[in-house]
């Protein structure tokens, strides 16, 4: 079992910045890739950013790459994603998840994904 823990969300003017955090305890942090995903108001759960337990390898929706990026830090059984340049179609709850798989390209489907977090609301104002 692992739980997740998310802060760090807020509200934000649009072109503006925020570093989301999760936090996992439980089982070994390094032991599971990690993703974000988001749902806005009316709208499924979609893939934004994901990170290998194995060699940091990265995967990006396209609508967030070259303004996102995700990190981990094993040490600390925390992934962080940096959101900048923000817009206000990036307003939603952003949720954390882990899984137990080791591909090297992270999944972008939720199923892959055994735990998740509760969200933190990221809402922009323009």
């Known amino acids: 079992q692992v739980q997740l823990v998310e802060s760090g969300g807020g509200l934000v003017q649009a072109g503006g910045s925020l570093r989301l955090s999760c936090a996992a305890s439980?089982?070994?942090?390094?032991?599971?890739?990690m993703g974000w995903f988001r749902q806005a108001p009316g709208k499924e759960r979609e893939f934004v950013a994901g990170?290998?337990?194995?060699?940091?390898?990265?995967n990006f929706a396209s609508s967030v790459e070259g303004r996102f990026s995700i990190s981990r830090d094993n040490a600390k059984d925390t992934v962080y994603l940096q959101i900048n340049s923000l817009n206000s179609e990036d307003t939603a709850v952003y949720y954390c998840?882990?899984?137990?798989?080791?591909?090297?390209?992270?999944?972008?489907?939720?199923?892959?994904?055994?735990?998740w977090g509760q969200g933190t609301q990221v809402t922009v104002s323009s």
């Open positions: 439980g089982r070994t942090f390094s032991s599971y890739g």
């Open positions: 998840a882990a899984g137990s798989w080791d591909a090297r390209t992270p999944p972008r489907v939720p199923e892959r994904y055994e735990y």
């Open positions: 990170i290998s337990r194995r060699f940091g390898n990265t």
